[in-house]
């Protein structure tokens, strides 16, 4: 059973920092390209960034680039989203899944609120 955990989210004010984390189980994690997403309140579920197995192509959308850093750990099944210098439209709320998603299977996600 696919399972998804993602973590780290939270209030912050423009400019500050957060650490998401998402833990996953029940696929073979090191096979993938796994994303992070984030869903903002009346809009559509849109990719934020994306990783591959290895580490060795790495995608981020145009307005987190520079500011967001994904990484991932495949001993711990674990991907990581850095994001810094946060802005009020970074609101969202935050998943990870396989990327492209291959399933309709999604986490609770995380929310993150950036205060002006």
């Known amino acids: 059973e696919v399972q998804l955990v993602e973590s780290g989210g939270g209030l912050v004010q423009a400019g500050g920092s957060l650490r998401l984390s998402c833990v996953a189980s029940?696929?073979?994690?090191?096979?993938?390209?796994i994303g992070w997403f984030r869903q903002a309140p009346g809009k559509e579920r849109d990719g934020v960034s994306c990783?591959?197995?290895?580490?060795?192509?790495?995608y981020y959308t145009d307005s987190v680039k520079g500011r967001f850093t994904i990484s991932r750990d495949n001993a711990k099944n674990t991907v990581y989203l850095q994001m810094n210098s946060l802005k009020p439209e970074d609101t969202a709320v935050y998943y990870c899944?396989?990327?492209?998603?291959?399933?309709?299977?999604w986490g609770q996600g995380t929310q993150v609120t950036v205060s002006s």
């Open positions: 899944n396989v990327d492209p998603v291959p399933w309709d299977y």
């Open positions: 029940g696929f073979r994690f090191e096979d993938y390209y």
């Open positions: 990783i591959s197995p290895s580490e060795g192509r790495i």
